[in-house]
């Protein structure tokens, strides 16, 4: 069965430091992986999504995650935290060829940055 | 504006009463998917639409509706409000089966 291991519940960085969360996936084939963020009160907005490819991925705000096959992960990264960055982190996976119900979360991880 | 909507943000309902969240969505997009999300859990799929009038069931269906007679327009019942269904329900749209989800701002559903 597909599933999405994101081992970090919560993690703390102070602002200007760098970052990587990390996600761990379970499927036998290509996936299609995704990098969502989740402010207080909000739903998710999409950060990056990697199909094929290139495996470093830019997103949105400074991110970047690396799809690295061998080691089934795909960590989302960023070189310096800004405070607004705080919140809650998800990755997903979803299935190729895909039907509409095989996207797969993380249980998330939340992010604090000290100032 | 172009985007998803979910209605209400906010609703407290006691046990055994019904309830609908709305989800309305102006992009046409194909798909649109109902989760809820819980702490330790993160997100769940309760049922997803590929198109009008074609709905299927997620992961955790038991206890909730859904219809889809119109494109935009994906609403989510509870038939019998119990309180493990208190939890942040959020709508999604997507072009197809594995392009990004677009996500609505959720409805916080509290069962008394």
């Known amino acids: 069965a597909q599933s999405v291991t994101q081992p970090d519940i919560h993690i703390t960085v102070s602002e200007g430091a760098s970052l990587e969360l990390r996600c761990n996936y379970s499927?036998?084939?290509?996936?299609?992986l995704f990098w969502y963020v989740q402010s207080p009160g909000q739903g998710l907005q999409l950060l990056l999504k990697?199909?094929?490819?290139?495996?470093l991925v830019q997103g949105i705000k400074g991110f970047e995650a690396e799809f690295k096959r061998s080691q089934s992960s795909f960590n989302l990264r960023k070189p310096s935290v800004h405070w607004s960055d705080a919140a809650e982190y998800f990755c997903?996976?979803?299935?190729?060829?895909?039907?509409?119900?095989?996207?797969?979360f993380g249980t998330g991880t939340s992010l604090t940055v000290i100032p | 504006d172009a985007g998803i909507t979910q209605s209400p943000r906010y609703k407290i309902t006691e046990t055994g009463r019904q309830v609908t969240l709305m989800c309305h969505q102006t992009?046409?997009?194909?798909?649109m998917f109902w989760y809820r999300q819980d702490l330790g859990h993160g997100l769940r799929l309760i049922y997803y639409?590929?198109?009008?009038?074609?709905?299927d069931k997620g992961e955790v269906p038991d206890g909730y509706v859904v219809s889809r007679s119109k494109t935009e327009n994906f609403p989510l019942t509870l038939e019998s409000a119990t309180r493990s269904q208190t939890s942040v329900y959020f709508c999604?749209?997507?072009?197809?089966?594995?392009?990004?989800?677009?996500f609505g701002n959720g409805t916080r559903l509290t069962v008394t």
């Open positions: 997903a996976v979803a299935r190729e060829p895909t039907t509409g119900n095989q996207f797969y």
């Open positions: 992009w046409s997009h194909s798909y």
């Open positions: 499927y036998g084939a290509t996936p299609y």
């Open positions: 639409s590929a198109a009008a009038d074609i709905t």
């Open positions: 990697y199909f094929s490819g290139d495996t």
């Open positions: 999604a749209s997507s072009e197809t089966g594995g392009s990004p989800l677009h």
